[in-house]
């Protein structure tokens, strides 16, 4: 059975520090992975990766993707109280549709 | 990137009457449009997924005849909650893609359905 699994599930830190966030996958006919920011509507995306080792960079946040272990993580450095969401972690696991398969998410919570 | 709109963001009906939710790509053509619902901190559950002029794909244990999609055009699709019932209340979520790189999906910003 596909699925994706994040890790943790909520996560509370202080303005400035380094957060990482983590995602592990077993999907069949992987295609891609995507990082999406959910705070109280629609997620926003953030990343789509589909290589291994190629770091992608925005600002603050950054991700990177192992295929060979099947994991993904997202880093957000210097955070702010801003960055309080639910970070959630998808697989796109191909065929015409481009079917995606999301994580639970992990609850970020920002402290002052 | 890419812009996808929904209408109404939030929604309160009576219990036995149909709502309809509508999602719309508005910069690009969607060839395929996905529905999702989301309970409170849950994370999203594909509920179908549509291709401009066919029929509609259902996951498993979601009713085709309870939720009615039309994917009518390259930038329009519907969704029809039929005799809503209170346990239909929830946070429906269209997203689009076109032929972008890796399938990447655009989200609406969602509908609120309350039943009472």
């Known amino acids: 059975e596909d699925k994706v699994v994040q890790s943790p599930l909520s996560l509370v830190v202080h303005e400035g520090d380094t957060v990482t966030l983590n995602c592990s996958y077993e999907?069949?006919?992987?295609?891609?992975l995507l990082w999406y920011k959910q705070e109280k509507k629609a997620p926003t995306f953030l990343f789509m990766l589909t290589s291994s080792g190629i770091e992608k960079k925005s600002g603050r946040l950054s991700s990177i993707l192992d295929k060979k272990e099947l994991f993904s993580i997202l880093n957000i450095t210097a955070t702010q109280t801003g960055d309080s969401a639910v970070y959630l972690c998808a697989v796109n696991y191909g065929g015409s549709q481009g079917n995606l398969i999301f994580g639970k998410g992990t609850k970020l919570s920002v402290k002052p | 990137g890419a812009v996808v709109s929904q209408h109404p963001s939030w929604v309160i009906c009576k219990s036995g009457t149909s709502v309809k939710i509508e999602c719309r790509s508005l910069?690009?053509?969607?060839?395929?449009m996905f529905w999702y619902r989301q309970f409170p901190k849950q994370s999203l559950m594909l509920m179908a997924t549509?291709?401009?002029?066919?029929?509609?794909?259902?996951e498993q244990g979601v009713e085709k005849d309870k939720f009615l999609i039309n994917h009518a055009s390259l930038t329009l699709s519907t969704l029809t909650v039929t005799s809503a019932h209170p346990e239909d209340s929830s946070f429906y979520i269209c997203s689009a893609s076109g032929n972008q790189p890796g399938y990447e999906q655009y989200f609406g910003p969602g509908t609120r359905l309350t039943v009472t």
């Open positions: 549509s291709n401009e002029g066919s029929k509609a794909t259902y």
């Open positions: 999907v069949t006919n992987f295609r891609s």
């Open positions: 910069d690009f053509q969607a060839t395929t």
